[in-house]
Nanobody, 126 residues
Framework: QLQLVESGGGLVQPGGSLRLSCVAS????????IGWFRQAPGKGREGVSC????????KFADSAKGRFTISKDKAKNTVYLQMNSLKPEDTAVYFC???????????????????WGQGTQVTVSS
């Protein structure tokens, strides 16, 4: 079992930045791919970014490329999503999720992830 807890959401003006954190605990958290997903009102859940268990491999959705970065602090079992140049369309509940890293590739399909956090709200508005 793995537990995930997100934090760092809030209200920010367009063009601003936020850093989300996802702390993993439980059984061998360092063996998992950690992904960030988001869900806006009335929309489905979409992948934003993910990082491999080693921290060496990352993937970004087109909407995040050039604006978001993802990093992993192994000592703290924490994955960060740094979001810059935020836009109103980035407004959503952001979730982190985990799937065991089998080394077969890294994807942003929500159905592939087994463990989910409770989410943190990000609102981009002036």
């Amino acid at each position: 079992q793995l537990q995930l807890v997100e934090s760092g959401g809030g209200l920010v003006q367009p063009g601003g930045s936020l850093r989300l954190s996802c702390v993993a605990s439980g059984s061998m958290p360092d063996l998992y791919v950690i992904g960030w997903f988001r869900q806006a009102p009335g929309k489905g859940r979409e992948g934003v970014s993910c990082v491999s268990s080693s921290g060496e491999n990352t993937k970004f959705a087109d909407s995040a490329k050039g604006r978001f970065t993802i990093s992993k602090d192994k000592a703290k079992n924490t994955v960060y999503l740094q979001m810059n140049s935020l836009k109103p369309e980035d407004t959503a509940v952001y979730f982190c999720a985990a799937v065991l890293d089998l080394g077969f590739g890294y994807h942003l399909r929500p159905a592939e992830y087994n463990y989910w956090g409770q989410g943190t709200q990000v609102t981009v508005s002036s």
